[in-house]
């Protein structure tokens, strides 16, 4: 009677282990454009002499997401974040042709830890801003940017895993634009 329920609990215990499991693992989700993208007030572009002037011509590197394994950066995403985080500090004009500059991205890495309690997601990332006309290179850089997504954050893996990589990807992209603020005239 004992071995009886004994196996009994134990077969109840494996069953929620395996439930309380599946609620934390879930199902991976792409970064999202407006999490990765830079909110900052325009008046720090007051007087860069990129206002208005930079359009983002290309972004390669990135992968997709696939549902069944990790969340990922990809490129498209990852382009309209920049394109967006721009917009946002004044640094494009919406009008691609207006703009005297085309900046191009190359994502060389999104480093993921594969478990984890706190996840740290960091990315490499190079990028290059020419003159549209001279095709002179004025700008060129690789970034790193970590981000961690702690446990209080997001009890699931997964989701914990997608706020990494948008914190990761925001940081790069606020890195650059730091960079850019900075930069004297051409």
């Not at 997601?121 to 095709?135: D, G, I, P, Q, W």
């Amino acid at each position: 009677m004992m071995r009886v329920m004994t196996s009994s609990v134990l077969a109840c215990i494996k069953a929620m282990g395996l439930l309380i499991m599946a609620g934390l693992v879930g199902c991976a989700s792409p970064a999202r454009i407006a999490e990765m993208s830079v909110q900052q007030p325009v008046a720090q572009t007051a007087t860069s002499p990129f206002q208005r002037s930079i359009a983002v011509m290309e972004v390669t590197g990135g992968r997709e997401t696939n549902p069944m394994w990790s969340s990922q950066v990809s490129s498209d995403s990852f382009q309209r974040a920049l394109e967006i985080s721009l917009q946002n500090l004044n640094l494009s004009d919406p009008v691609k042709s207006a703009n005297r500059y085309h900046l191009t991205a190359d994502i060389l890495e999104v480093s993921q830890p594969m478990l984890g309690l706190d996840i740290t997601v960091t990315t490499v990332v190079r990028y290059s801003l020419v003159n549209a006309t001279s095709r002179k290179e004025i700008f060129s850089k690789v970034i790193n940017a970590a981000y961690t997504a702690k446990m209080s954050d997001a009890l699931v893996g997964t989701e914990r895993m997608r706020l990494a990589n948008e914190g990761a990807a925001r940081a790069n992209i606020k890195l650059l634009t730091d960079e850019l603020l900075r930069q004297p005239a051409p």
